[in-house]
């Protein structure tokens, strides 16, 4: 889906409420989209959710990018990419400012690109934001705080790389492999709570990351001279064996999928057989499971 306002323009913007709202208390997929010239793309609404996806978003926002509140359980964003350059070079049939007209309108809105708060142990995969003025900003923590990691983030354009405000002091947040240059700030982490006890942290951890900008209050690269310019991190990909063969899916009289019954003995047969057979994919329909009883899953099972 394509998703674009034709009454939009930066002479003056229309502060249109999200375009898309995630339901709350459910899971929810957004995939494939693109969000031409939302004043705010994605919204995830002031309840908790858990298990949202969202995947391959393509667009220019041009006050919010995405909001994420009391997320978890796992939430997964992956290759989502907001700049100015998708409305400006979308031609004159939608209307298409300059790119200089869009980033001067971005700075001078405050934008965000990311606004989370209380994000539990989410993930983020191949995330771009540019020309936002402040690339990821989250708030003081009022649950869990924030948690998690950042694969592959690229932050252009901004004053501000990352405000925090609220990192969970349990585990810190991680930074792998990621680009940050911003004018004003590349990190800023301002927690609000001191750590528990001395194996918690409230550290921004960074791994082969590229910084462009000074960094403030807690923040840790991986090797002793301060930064990590190398960038051995290689996508990690499984070439499994997809055919009928391979291939055994969790079914029958004896298999109940509304978490009432058992299924570890039915399970446990299946990653066997699939093991015996020198590896395989073992499919679960969806469903609610009980399992009473620990399965192993061999080398090669998936």
């Known amino acids: ?10 002479e003056s913007p229309i502060a249109y409420y999200a375009t898309v709202e995630l339901p709350g208390g459910k899971a929810a997929t957004i995939r494939y989209c693109t969000f031409l010239n939302s004043y705010h793309a994605i919204s995830g609404g002031p309840t908790s959710k858990g298990m949202v996806t969202i995947d391959h978003i393509r ?50 809105n405050g934008s965000v690109g990311l606004r989370l708060g209380d994000c539990d142990r989410d993930t983020y995969e191949d ?9 990821i900003y989250n708030r003081e923590m009022t649950r869990a705080g924030l948690s998690g990691s950042f694969y592959r983030l690229t932050i252009t354009g901004a ?7 609220g990192i969970d002091t349990r585990y810190g947040l991680l930074l792998a492999n990621s680009t940050i240059s911003a004018t004003s700030a590349a990190i800023r ?19 082969h990351c590229e910084i462009s900008g000074k960094t403030e209050g807690k923040v840790r690269v991986s090797d002793e001279s301060g930064s990590a310019q190398a960038s051995e991190y ?14 055994w899916i969790l079914e029958g009289e004896e298999v109940s999928t509304d978490g009432k019954r058992d299924i570890s003995g039915a399970l446990q047969k299946l990653l066997d057989e699939a093991a015996s057979a020198g590896g395989g994919i073992v499919y679960l329909p969806a469903g609610v499971y009980l399992l009473e009883k620990p399965v192993s899953v061999s080398s090669g099972v998936t």
């Open 1 to 10: 889906l394509t998703f674009y306002y034709p009454d939009q323009s930066v």
């Open 59 to 108: 667009g220019t926002a041009l006050y919010l990018g995405m909001d994420s509140e009391h997320s978890g359980d796992i939430s997964v964003t992956t290759d989502f990419c907001l700049s100015p350059r998708y409305w400006a070079s979308a031609g004159e049939a939608f209307h298409a400012p300059t790119e200089e007209a869009i980033r001067s309108l971005m700075k001078s």
């Open 127 to 135: 995330i771009t934001l540019d020309g936002f003025q402040t690339g």
């Open 159 to 165: 004053d501000t790389g990352l405000e925090l405000h």
């Open 189 to 207: 982490n301002l927690p609000e709570a001191e750590p528990t006890t001395p194996g918690n942290f409230n550290y921004v951890y960074l791994v």
């Open 234 to 247: 290689t996508r990690h990909s499984v070439t499994l064996p997809i055919s009928a063969a391979g291939l």
